[in-house]
């Protein structure tokens, strides 16, 4: 490409660009990235599907739209990091997510039933070894009524992190999908999180200075 041609390929992609950014500063919202920019030899080319996908989700965060999960339910085990520590340590994943969400007393309330949990199992096992059938069944439901308000804590904790992250979704869907799929729900929501707080998906929203904060930048008064 002749060297007069790149430089007006690159010329009116630059005022395409501004063009998206004024047309975006006048509806009050972040600037709009272009559809294609262009390199050093004055070619154009398409930005990455992966960061643009991530741009219009932040961007429906921001704007506060309803959106889906970026990761499936049962796609935990595409990060294998995140997959083993919830399969053998999901109290931890489970700490990780509402220290993240700010849900602190939520989480405190959850690692307290799951280590009664735990210690309901040891002792029914010792029950069952002893012989005490009537102590194994009542130790039994006891630990069926702390598992299940386990799963019903974890639940409401993911109604608040699908609910601060604008995500779709129901109270009933979401206890169903913990109950059923417990350390897939908890992949999925720690993975979002990781996501969405990760520093090149944050977009902040720019809106148009009110006529006060105008007059006050120019030294002026209404």
Not at 97 to 125: D, E, F, H, Q, T
Request: charged share 25%; hydrophobic share 40%; glycine share 4%.
């Amino acid at each position: 490409m002749a060297p007069a041609e790149r430089a007006t390929t690159t010329a009116a992609a630059a005022v395409d660009s501004e063009q998206h950014t004024a047309d975006s500063d006048r509806m009050g919202t972040e600037p709009v990235i272009a559809a294609s920019i262009p390199d050093q030899n004055g070619n154009l080319l398409s930005p990455d599907p992966k960061r643009a996908a991530a741009h219009d989700s932040a961007t429906q965060r921001v704007n506060g739209e309803l959106r889906d999960w970026e990761y499936g339910l049962f796609a935990c085990c595409d990060d294998g990091k995140i997959c083993i520590q919830t399969t053998f340590l999901p109290f931890l994943t489970e700490f990780q997510i509402g220290r993240k969400s700010r849900n602190y007393r939520l989480v405190k309330m959850i690692i307290s039933i799951a280590i009664s949990i735990i210690v309901l199992w040891i002792a029914r096992l010792t029950m069952g070894l002893s012989g005490l059938k009537v102590a194994f069944v009542a130790i039994t439901l006891l630990t069926l009524i702390a598992l299940l308000y386990h799963r019903y804590l974890v639940s409401k904790l993911r109604r608040r992190v699908r609910q601060s992250l604008k995500i779709r979704g129901s109270a009933l869907r979401d206890f169903c999908e913990v109950f059923w799929c417990y350390k897939c729900a908890l992949c999925q929501m720690k993975r979002e999180l990781d996501h969405v707080y990760h520093p090149c998906n944050i977009v902040i929203k720019i809106e148009a200075p009110t006529e006060q904060e105008e007059n006050y930048a120019n030294g002026t008064s209404a």
